[in-house]
């Protein structure tokens, strides 16, 4: 597998004018894999924006590295990398104490008596927000740490209504939730998959990708 990041030129609205929603931003990722859109395979890459130091950037986890060319096309030039991250992922243990950032979409469904699939809500509030990734934690192979006090060591760094377009300009709005702070791997196996396969829905449009990095 390989995590690959490129900085986003915003600096040049010529350039990435056609950046307005997340389908643009899909469309994107999907473009950086000319081969599998040749093969017909498409796999489901992840991929998040997130913004570091007033740079922002996309940041993608893919089975295949992605085409330089392709990727850097709203990017500044020479920003783009990718890295393998089997290493890393094999380097993991249980136990270990790992500092975390997540793009999510946190949800809840509830089903009407009859219906076979249940109607989809996002949770609002901060609470529900962090009380839905603490639920999630406990099925991931992780947990949060809590601090001195007893509270659990994340926070939300943002939260927003992104905006999606569909085919025929149907616009809707995706809940969408940055968390950081500390955890515990308590199950390898189960870990693993989910920095693999992700967090909740909307995988497709930059939410669920979970990147962690060791705390000293």
Excluded at 138 to 158: H, W
Excluded at 199 to 210: F, H, I, Q, S, T
Aim: aromatic share 10%; glycine share 6%; with cysteine.
């Amino acid at each position: 597998m390989y995590l690959s990041r490129v900085e986003i030129d915003l600096n040049n609205r010529q350039k990435t004018k056609d950046l307005i929603h997340l389908g643009a931003y899909h469309n994107w990722v999907e473009q950086s894999f000319p081969e599998a859109i040749q093969e017909k395979s498409r796999p489901r890459n992840l991929w998040r924006i997130d913004t570091l130091k007033d740079k922002t950037y996309l940041i993608v986890l893919s089975n295949d590295k992605p085409d330089p060319s392709c990727f850097s096309r709203y990017g500044v030039e020479g920003t783009e990398v990718s890295k393998s991250y089997d290493q890393f992922l094999n380097s993991l243990t249980k136990g270990q104490h790992l500092r975390f950032r997540l793009t999510a979409n946190p949800t809840y469904s509830v089903i009407t008596p009859g219906e076979k699939r249940g109607k989809v809500y996002p949770h609002i509030t901060i609470r529900q927000q962090k009380e839905w990734l603490i639920k999630k934690s406990t099925t991931a192979g992780f947990q949060i740490l809590k601090n001195d006090e007893g509270d659990y060591s994340f926070n939300i760094v943002s939260r927003d209504q992104a905006t999606l377009r569909h085919t025929g300009n149907k616009t809707v709005r995706l809940s969408r939730v940055s968390y950081e702070g500390l955890i515990e791997i308590t199950d390898i196996d189960k870990f693993k998959d989910t920095l693999i396969h992700g967090v909740g829905r909307e995988k497709a449009y930059g939410m669920g990708l979970m990147t962690v990095i060791p705390v000293k």
